[in-house]
C-alpha cells in the first residue's frame, strides 16, 4: 500500500487526524507546515490544497482534503482498527450523520454565534439554530461514552478534539456532557502523544518564525 503523506500544523484541525493516524497504528509520512511563516500560504502547499488549509493527505494518486472527508478516508482504509462502521452496518447510518453535521451545522454555528451573526431565515439557514445543535449533540452524547454508544470510532476523534478546543476557547459552554466526553476522547494515549508531539512542533514552528 502506498505511504501516507500528511500535511499538518500544529494545534489545528488537522490535529485530530493526527490523532486518527496514531489510533489507526499505521505509519505515515508527516509534512509540517509553519503557519506562523506563511508555509501554508505557499504555491507548494496550495499545488495540495488549493483553500491554503489543513489537514490534507495524499496516499497513491488520491489526494483528500476537508477533514471530515479524510477521518472518512482513513478509517475506511484500515477497517482492521475497526474506527469506521462497515457499509452494511446500521451504525454507519449515525456514523456519517455526525461525520458530515460536524462541518455542516456545528461550526457555521458555533462561528455564526461567536462573531454574533444571525443565522438568518430558517429555510436558509443549513443548522436552523445554534441551541438545537448543542441540544442534537449533548442528546447524543448523553447516554456514553461515545457517539455511537458503546463503541468508539473516528467521529469521536473528530468531535472530541472539536468540543475540546470551541469549549477552551469560551465558543461552547463546557457542559458537565461535553466536558466529560472531552476529557474521555483527550486522555486516550493517542491524544496525548499528539499533544506532547504538536507542542513540541508548535515551539519549533514558533522559534523558527521569530528567528
Ligand atoms: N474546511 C476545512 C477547514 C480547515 C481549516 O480551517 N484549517 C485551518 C487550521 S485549524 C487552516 O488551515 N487555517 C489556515 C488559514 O486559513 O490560513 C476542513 O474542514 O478541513
Given at each position: 500500500m502506498a505511504d501516507i503523506e500528511f500535511y499538518h500544523s500544529p494545534n489545528t484541525r488537522s490535529s485530530?487526524?493526527?490523532?486518527?493516524?496514531?489510533?489507526?497504528?499505521?505509519?505515515?509520512?508527516?509534512?509540517?507546515?509553519?503557519?506562523?511563516?506563511?508555509?501554508?500560504?505557499?504555491?507548494?502547499?496550495?499545488?495540495?490544497?488549493?483553500?491554503?488549509?489543513?489537514?490534507?493527505?495524499?496516499?497513491?494518486?488520491?489526494?483528500?482534503?476537508?477533514?471530515?472527508?479524510?477521518?472518512?478516508?482513513?478509517?475506511?482504509?484500515?477497517?482492521?482498527?475497526g474506527l469506521a462502521p462497515a457499509l452494511t452496518e446500521p451504525a454507519r447510518a449515525a456514523y456519517l450523520r455526525w461525520m458530515v453535521f460536524y462541518g455542516s451545522c456545528f461550526e457555521p454555528a458555533v462561528i455564526d454565534r461567536h462573531l454574533k451573526r444571525e443565522p438568518g431565515p430558517r429555510a436558509l439557514s443549513a443548522y436552523a439554530d445554534y441551541d438545537s445543535v448543542i441540544a442534537r449533540v449533548t442528546e447524543a452524547l448523553t447516554p456514553g461514552p461515545y457517539l455511537l454508544g458503546a463503541r468508539f470510532s473516528a467521529a469521536d476523534i473528530l468531535w472530541g478534539g472539536a468540543l475540546g478546543w470551541t469549549t477552551g476557547f469560551g465558543l461552547v459552554e463546557p457542559t458537565p456532557v461535553l466536558t466529560a466526553y472531552v476529557e474521555r476522547i483527550r486522555s486516550r494515549p493517542a491524544s496525548r502523544k499528539v499533544a506532547a508531539e504538536d507542542a513540541q512542533l508548535a515551539e519549533a514552528h514558533q522559534a523558527a518564525a521569530s528567528g
Open positions: 485530530g487526524v493526527r490523532v486518527l493516524l496514531e489510533e489507526l497504528g499505521v505509519p505515515y509520512r508527516l509534512h509540517a507546515l509553519n503557519m506562523r511563516a506563511g508555509e501554508h500560504l505557499q504555491d507548494a502547499y496550495r499545488a495540495i490544497n488549493p483553500m491554503a488549509k489543513v489537514p490534507a493527505i495524499r496516499h497513491g494518486d488520491a489526494l483528500v482534503t476537508e477533514q471530515a472527508a479524510v477521518y472518512l478516508y482513513l478509517a475506511d482504509l484500515f477497517p482492521e482498527a
